[in-house]
């Protein structure tokens, strides 16, 4: 059993900064790849970024390219998203999930129960 739990969501202005924090408990943390995901209001949910149980591979929604940053502490059992340059459309309930394998070609199994992220225009 895994258990995700998130934090630092918040309402922030356009144009600010954010760090959202998962923190992991259960099984071993570092064996498996972790994502971020998000739902707005209405809409499905979609993928943010992913990063392989080493930290050696990240990859990103190309919405988020270049504003955002996925890391993670195996030794603190936690996974970390910088969300900057926020824009009002990043508004949405933020989602961390573990990967069943090392990298994120494997499906997700566990979900934490959302941050919600909200940013003014």
Sequence with gaps: QVQLAESGGGLVQ??????????????TFSNYAMG???QAAGKEREFVAAI?????????????????????????????????????EDTALYYCAKY???TWKYG??????????????
């Design 36 to 38: 971020w995901f998000r």
């Design 52 to 88: 392989a149980w080493s930290g050696s591979n990240r990859v990103y929604a190309d919405s988020v390219k270049g504003r955002f940053t996925i890391s993670r502490d195996n030794a603190q059992n936690t996974l970390a998203l910088q969300m900057n340059s926020l824009k009002p």
């Design 108 to 121: 997700m199994d566990y979900w934490g129960k959302g941050t919600l992220v909200t940013v003014s225009s």
């Design 100 to 102: 069943d394998g090392t």
């Design 14 to 27: 356009a144009g600010g900064s954010l760090r959202l924090s998962c923190a992991a408990s259960g099984r």
